[in-house]
């Protein structure tokens, strides 16, 4: 039966989603497209500083289908941009913070129903936090305050 079911899910293929957040520059399109060979970005435009004081954060989504040695993978890459790029970013994580949560929920509920034969699972499996080297750091930036880092 094991083998069954390996040789079933390599047909069928595999999905995965990474999400990326961070400030503007630090280097997550860089990483991605060199992890995956390819230039997910190449038709992004890069915003100003006078852009990006009021830029709040938004949720892209690329999906790109991989094939190794006969191994299909669903690719899904989760973009942030904007994310710590405004002066005042004490909210910035509550848009992937909603962006996670409603991914997992919609999986439970598609999970629960009848039809779970075609299950798009589009949760987050994981997410880059890119740290910019200058600045407030780790605490600062998520809203952790005195006492609690």
């Avoid at 709040?56 to 989504?61: A, C, M, R």
């Avoid at 997410?127 to 605490?139: E, R, T, V």
Wanted: proline share 3%; hydrophobic share 35%.
């Amino acid at each position: 039966m094991p083998n069954q079911v390996h040789r079933k899910t390599v047909k069928k293929g595999f999905t995965f989603t990474l999400m990326v957040a961070g400030e503007t520059g630090l280097g997550k399109s860089t990483l991605i497209n060199s992890l995956f060979l390819t230039d997910l970005y190449r038709d992004r435009k890069v915003p100003n500083a006078e852009e990006r004081i009021g830029q709040t954060v938004d949720i892209i989504k690329h999906t790109i289908g991989i094939e190794e040695k006969g191994i299909k993978l669903r690719l899904s890459i989760i973009d942030t941009p904007g994310f710590g790029d405004a002066v005042n970013n004490t909210a910035s994580w509550k848009h992937v913070e909603d962006y996670i949560d409603q991914q997992f929920e919609q999986y439970f509920r598609d999970e629960s129903g009848l039809n779970r034969k075609n299950i798009q699972d589009n949760r987050v499996h994981c997410l880059l936090y890119f740290i910019s080297p200058f600045g407030h750091g780790f605490a600062h930036r998520c809203g952790v305050h005195e006492g609690f880092a």
